[in-house]
């Protein structure tokens, strides 16, 4: 929670003036259920990203601290990763997820990344970085693109459908469902828990 803690607090202090901005998006998703964000930048949050550098930058950091913090017990519930070869993670960002799962099993399988273009032209240091480009291989994705097959065991969805509207949350599982139905691959979906009327 430190951790996290202390990404917000860079955050907003990096931000400046932006924080109240982007606070009050927050209260407005909070009423009305539709994306605050969207309603004070009239784009949503990953557009808005490929316009600020900086904030990229920011999200990217934010994103791989919330994974590190996480990752032991997701891997503590999911024993079944230790058996594969190959894991294939959609929209893994730099790619911190991906890390602790193959570092975990001491490399014993290798992992691809899957994401943007700007996200991945981050990651490219994160795993330079980590010393790690020979296990952790990193590609250019949209998911609005057809999906690359990959011969993975496992299939990862991490915080990915969460950021979109149902509709398309639909159309990309469906499409990564295809792809590990054709490997006779395992599909993991990890996502945070989303309550209305609280």
């Known amino acids: 929670m430190y951790l ?11 931000l400046g003036d932006e924080s ?6 927050l209260t407005r998703s909070l009423y009305s259920g539709n994306s605050g964000f969207k309603e004070v930048y009239r784009k949503e949050l990953l557009e808005h990203l490929k316009t600020d550098p900086l904030l990229q930058d920011l999200h990217d950091a934010g994103m791989a601290d919330t994974s ?5 017990a997701i891997i503590a519930d999911c024993p079944y990763l230790g058996s594969c070869s190959h894991i294939c993670d959609f ?8 890390y602790a799962v193959l570092s975990h099993y ?5 992992g691809t990344n899957f994401d943007l273009p700007d996200v991945i032209d981050n990651s490219k ?11 952790i291989s990193l590609v250019f994705i949209n998911f609005t693109d057809k999906l690359p097959q990959f011969d993975c065991d496992c299939y990862i969805l991490k915080d990915i459908l969460q950021n979109w509207l149902d509709e398309d949350a639909l159309l990309i599982l469906s499409k990564v469902e ?21």
Request: aromatic share 8%.
């Open 125 to 135: 240091d994160y795993v330079k970085g980590m010393n790690v480009e020979e296990h």
């Open 91 to 98: 929209g893994g960002g730099l790619g911190s997820f991906l």
């Open 178 to 198: 295809s792809v590990a139905k054709r490997n006779k691959s395992r599909l993991v979906i990890i996502e945070n828990m989303m309550f209305k009327n609280l």
């Open 106 to 110: 001491d490399f014993k399988m290798k």
């Open 68 to 72: 590190r913090l996480n990752a032991p």
């Open 4 to 14: 996290l803690y202390q990404t917000v607090i860079h955050c907003y202090s990096s």
């Open 20 to 25: 109240l901005i982007i606070s009050t998006a």
